[in-house]
């Protein structure tokens, strides 16, 4: 995915010229102060087909239009890449079968996650059958990409990530189900170590083709929702024996490499903050306030060692006037020496106006300016 560099003049403290993204990003990770903090938020499909009707021109990307941070992401399939079919349609949801094994019903005009109703892997037999299926062959990657918009991305600044895909969350949701991953991180810790370090196994030869044939990229991130409200899926004791070293392996990885490691994990998260800490994540996001995540607190204690992306309540969306009044109170404390991305603590939904939205970005630039 490809979003566009905000259009923003001033400059910052020390008579700063307007920087490129890249050069923000590379700023803040430093902890330093760029001149504002960039802004990268995310709609969902149909807030955009909202925004649409309310001005958006059909042929103009979203974050083009709005003035965010020009981001660049490379992405590879290390899926068992089963057949994707659609077996039902309607004019308000579909039923496809994924790459990953996985019965979903989708909405065609409403956010929100997929409904899950079936999975191919569902034991250890399933599991090595599909295993068989992962191999990291370069037909993998998306090569037309790269060639077509790398040289375009790194010109114009971009922040490049290599988006990963493998550990806890994205187990249980896409492949294999919630509660057979749960009970199985308990009664056959092997099986589920094996599923998350093959994953994991499968990123790191995709993209160190894709890092070989000289497309390098910036950062490496993942989602891996850990929480929930107000607690986790699982112990610190279990997620330091099963999650935490392959969390630790690809964070090694791409700090051999001099990439920054950021980490997307929803719900409340603080009890392996610390650990998130030790095994040297950079950055994490999204800071889920209505689940419990209070982002000042995070910025007072670890602020010298992590940077943070996102922390505004994204139900205060509601009411743009509220979610200003809360910017106003958070973005000054969260920007102090750099270190912070101005996001939602989840993503936009299609509640939000064209105009509420363009409200939003004008007082993300406002606040997060450094001048």
């Not at 504002?36 to 979203?62: C, F, H, K, M």
């Not at 660049?72 to 079919?85: G, L, T």
């Not at 895909?165 to 991180?185: I, K, N």
């Not at 610190?236 to 392959?246: A, E, H, S, T």
Request: charged share 25%; hydrophobic share 40%.
């Amino acid at each position: 995915m490809q979003t566009a560099v905000g259009r923003f003049g001033k400059a910052g403290n020390h008579d700063m010229k307007e920087m490129t993204t890249a050069e923000r990003m590379q700023r803040l990770y430093a902890h330093k102060e760029p001149d504002r903090a960039p802004i990268i938020d995310s709609p969902w499909d149909s807030t955009v087909e909202r925004w649409q009707q309310q001005g958006l021109p059909d042929n103009v990307d979203y974050a083009d239009f709005l003035g965010m941070d020009l981001t660049a992401s490379i992405r590879a399939d290390n899926s068992p890449r089963y057949p994707v079919r659609v077996l039902e349609e309607t004019d308000e949801f579909r039923v496809i079968t994924s790459q990953w094994g996985s019965t979903q019903k989708l909405w065609s005009h409403a956010g929100g996650v997929p409904e899950f109703i079936d999975f191919i892997i569902k034991d250890r037999d399933s599991w090595n059958e599909a295993k068989q299926r992962m191999t990291p062959t370069p037909d993998r990657i998306d090569w037309d990409n790269l060639k077509h918009n790398y040289r375009s991305w790194r010109k114009n600044g971009a922040w490049i990530t290599a988006s990963f895909w493998f550990g806890f969350d994205v187990t249980h949701s896409w492949m294999v189900g919630t509660e057979r991953v749960l009970m199985a991180m308990i009664t056959d810790p092997e099986w589920v170590s094996d599923m998350f370090n093959h994953m994991l196994e499968m990123d790191l030869a995709l993209f160190q083709q894709v890092w070989d044939e000289g497309y390098e990229f910036d950062e490496i991130h993942w989602p891996d929702d850990m929480g929930y409200k107000l607690s986790q899926f699982f112990s610190v004791n279990m997620y330091r024996d099963l999650v935490k070293p392959v969390h630790k392996k690809a964070a090694d990885w791409a700090h051999e490499k001099g990439v920054k490691v950021k980490l997307h994990s929803c719900g409340d998260i603080r009890p392996f903050v610390p650990d998130l800490v030790d095994l040297g994540i950079d950055m994490l996001n999204p800071l889920e306030v209505k689940a419990g995540v209070d982002p000042i607190a995070l910025k007072r204690e670890y602020g010298d060692r992590l940077a943070f992306h996102g922390g505004l309540n994204a139900v205060l969306y509601d009411d743009i006037d509220v979610m200003i009044a809360e910017m106003e109170r958070v973005v000054p404390l969260m920007k102090e020496n750099g270190g912070y991305i101005i996001g939602s603590d989840h993503s936009v939904p299609d509640s939000v106006s064209l105009s509420d939205f363009q409200r939003f970005m004008e007082a993300a630039k406002r606040l997060g300016s450094y001048e």
